[in-house]
């Protein structure tokens, strides 16, 4: 079993950064794919980064390319999404997740077993 704990999350105005943690214990050995999602109120949740933390490849939407910056901390076993340029359209509840899986490693939330509870971003404009 894997715990993901987020921080990092706050209210900043279009223009700003922030950097959400999300620190991972437990089973760590097994999880070998890991991914930011965000969810803004009655919307699906929607994949923003993932990193292959074997391979360190990573990947991103669209909308936030350019912008944000996904990494991972082996020593830590902590990943980290750097977001700068924030946008109004980016506020949302940000959920971390972890999958066990090097070969189905997306931005598709089925396939990631773990989550965490989420931390809320804020962009007033």
């Known amino acids: 079993q894997v715990q993901l704990v987020e921080s990092g999350g706050g209210s900043v105005q279009a223009g700003g950064s922030l950097r959400l943690s999300c620190a991972a214990s437990g089973g760590t050995y097994a999880v070998a794919c890991m991914a930011w999602f965000h969810q803004a109120p009655g919307k699906e949740r929607i994949g923003v980064a993932r990193i292959n933390i074997r391979t360190f490849s990573t990947r991103y939407s669209d909308s936030v390319k350019g912008r944000f910056t996904i990494s991972h901390d082996s020593s830590k076993n902590t990943v980290y999404l750097e977001m700068n340029s924030l946008k109004p359209e980016d506020a949302a509840m940000y959920y971390c997740?972890?999958?066990?899986?090097?070969?189905?490693?997306?931005?598709?939330?089925?396939?990631?077993?773990?989550w965490g509870q989420g931390t809320q971003v804020t962009v007033s404009s």
């Open positions: 997740a972890a999958s066990t899986s090097a070969t189905f490693c997306s931005l598709l939330s089925a396939e990631y077993i773990y």
